[in-house]
């Protein structure tokens, strides 16, 4: 079996499981458990799907850096529920969520998944990281855009895309990138820092939409040599030329903000994921049971039993 690495985007999968999954069904003592049953099920077909070798949760440690704040003071402000003096800011979660947050853990490591997150950054960048360093192909698992910054078709890194559903998943590549918007994805980052992202409070460069910012990518390269034709009044419109040059402040610290870290002090996994011995398999049942994780658990039980079959 050729080695593979999954990289789950943990925080997306759990919210789409929230959303997508009925919270009628509930542990024994009442407690929801949507998430964590839905999460469940998403593993299991990811698995089926997409076989891996070597599968990471990635983490949030921190949803909202303060380093990413600093430079810019909008970054994801609308989702603050409430402002943190020491320590990350509280994001807006449904309680119902969050109190599954402890099973989930829980059930990921019943599964032998490793948790991996990092102080003051974001799963993100634990992604960026490990798909960095990994010595063989990687599948990224998000629903967030930013991460196609990270397909390399050379290296066998590819986003499995869950944002139109689990039943309707995208593979994306080099191919897809440049055919969705026009840019390579070694580009994307800078796309995106100048289209913006209101779900994350990036301004963009006002009146530079997508079309224009892959335009003037596939024209000057990148984003330094958009400003340098900018500052001469080479390559471009006068009207696009000061919309880049309005922007001079935002575009001096937004690419720090939008590009994920690589370099972060982890490495991808030795050992690969593989199937339960008699005693994980019996404490991975009695979780189930206790939290009514029903078939849930079972079916993540049993896509783990098939990786290296």
Known sequence: MTERLMLLDTASLYFRAFYGVPDKVTAPDGSPINAARGLLDIIAKLITLYPPTHIVA???????????????????????????EVGPDIEEVPDPLEAQLPLIREALGALGIPIVGVMAHEADDVIGTLATKSSIPVDIVTGD?????????????????????????EVVTDAVVVSKYGVLPSQYADF????????????GVAGVGEKTAATLLQTH???????????????????????????SA????????VEVARSLDIEPPLEGIRALDPSEQDVATALAEKWNLGGSMARAVAAVATIGD
């Not at 050379?154 to 309707?168: D, L, P």
């Not at 390269?221 to 922007?247: P, Q």
């Not at 575009?251 to 903000?257: E, G, H, R």
Request: a negative charge; hydrophobic letters at 40%.
């Open 58 to 84: 990635c983490w949030d440690d921190d949803w909202r850096p303060q380093w990413r704040v600093d430079l810019i003071p909008s970054y994801k402000t609308h989702r603050v529920v409430e402002v943190v």
């Open 145 to 169: 855009r930013d991460l196609f910054q990270l397909v390399d078709d050379a290296r066998g890194v590819r986003v499995i895309y869950t944002a139109r559903g689990m039943s309707n998943l």
């Open 192 to 203: 995106a820092t100048m289209r913006g992202d209101a779900s994350d409070g990036l301004p």
């Open 221 to 247: 390269g990148d984003l330094s040599g958009i400003r340098a034709a900018a500052e001469t009044g080479e390559g471009m419109s006068a009207g696009v030329r000061a919309k880049i040059l309005a922007a």
């Open 250 to 257: 935002y575009l001096d610290v937004a690419p720090t903000v």
